[in-house]
C-alpha cells in the first residue's frame, strides 16, 4: 500500500520541491496552497492539488476529509505553509502580528490536530515542522517572525514527547538562507513598516543584508531533499539544520554569549 503524504505550500519554494521529491519515492502526494493556479505544473508530475487557506477551519477540515475520502489514511504531513512579515516591534501593528502568528503556529497547530486521530489510529505517522534558524536567534525587525520560529520548536519537540507511544514521529526542519520568494515579501514588508520611522537607517542596512543573504543563500531543493530524508528514514533525527549556512551560524550561536551574537550580528548590517 502506497503512503500518502499532505503537504502544505505547495504552490512553491520548498514545498513545491518536496512535493515532487515525494512523488519520486513512491508516495500519493496532495499538495495544498492558498493559490491552486501557482500549483498547476505539479499535475504533470503526478500531485493532486487542493486548495486551502491554513488560516480558514473550512478549508482544513474539507482538505483532510477529501484526502481521507479517496485514500484512507495520510501518513505523512508536511507543516510548511509559513509567513515572513518583518517591521520594528514598535511599528508593526497587532494585526499583522496575530497573522503572522495564525499562519506560522496556529493553523500548523490545527492541521495537525486533524490527522492526529487517524494517524493514532493506524499507530505510525511523521509529522514534518518547517522551523527555520530564526527558531533559535533573533535579529532586529525580525521580532514576531522569530517568536512564531521559537514558537514551532517548542511546540514540536513537546509534541514529540505526546505522539512517542503512538508510534508518530515528530521532526522539525531548520532551514538557513534559502532562494524563495519569501525573503522578498520579508524585504518588502520591514521597508515598508520601518523603513522611514525611528528604525528607519538599520532598517535599510537590514534589507541590504538580505539582497546579499539572497545571492549566497540554497535552493529549496536542498531543503526538500533534507524533508525527504526526514520522511523516509526509519529513525529520523529530532531536527535538521540545512541550507544556506545553517551549520555554520547555529554553532556560532551556540558558541558566543548572547551579546557577542548581538554584535556579530548588528556588524552585518553595517
Not at 537590514?206 to 540554497?218: I, N, V, Y
Amino acid at each position: 500500500m502506497k503512503k500518502v503524504a499532505l503537504v502544505t505550500g505547495a504552490s512553491s519554494g520548498i514545498g513545491m520541491e518536496t512535493a515532487k521529491l515525494l512523488v519520486k519515492q513512491g508516495y500519493i502526494v496532495y499538495g495544498a496552497a492558498r493559490r491552486v493556479e501557482k500549483m498547476q505544473a505539479l499535475k504533470q508530475d503526478g500531485v493532486k492539488l487542493l486548495a486551502m487557506d491554513v488560516t480558514d477551519e473550512v478549508a482544513m477540515v474539507s482538505g483532510v476529509n477529501q484526502v481521507l475520502q479517496a485514500e484512507g489514511r495520510i501518513d505523512v504531513l508536511v507543516n510548511n505553509a509559513g509567513y515572513g512579515s518583518y517591521g520594528a516591534l514598535e511599528d508593526v501593528p497587532m494585526s499583522e502580528a496575530r497573522y503572522q502568528f495564525e499562519v506560522n503556529i496556529f493553523g500548523m497547530a490545527r492541521l495537525t490536530q486533524l490527522v492526529l486521530p487517524h494517524m493514532r489510529g493506524q499507530r505510525s505517522g511523521r509529522i514534518i515542522n518547517i522551523s527555520s534558524i530564526g527558531g533559535k536567534l533573533g535579529e532586529p525587525h525580525g521580532t514576531w517572525y522569530h517568536a512564531t520560529k521559537y514558537a514551532v520548536e517548542g511546540l514540536s519537540d513537546s509534541l514529540r514527547m505526546e505522539l512517542k507511544e503512538f508510534g508518530i514521529d515528530v521532526v522539525i526542519i531548520e532551514p538557513g538562507a534559502i532562494i524563495t520568494e519569501w525573503a522578498g515579501i520579508a524585504r518588502e514588508h520591514m521597508l515598508k513598516t520601518s523603513g522611514d520611522t525611528a528604525y528607519g537607517a538599520l532598517t535599510r542596512k537590514h534589507a541590504q543584508m538580505f539582497e546579499k543573504a539572497d545571492k549566497m543563500g540554497s535552493k529549496p531543493i536542498v531543503v526538500a531533499k533534507t524533508i525527504v530524508k526526514a520522511i523516509t528514514t526509519s529513525r529520523p533525527k529530532t531536527r535538521y539544520a540545512t541550507g544556506g549556512g545553517a551549520k555554520v551560524i547555529l554553532f556560532a550561536k551556540a558558541l558566543l554569549s548572547d551579546r557577542m551574537f548581538d554584535r556579530v550580528m548588528l556588524g552585518m548590517m553595517k
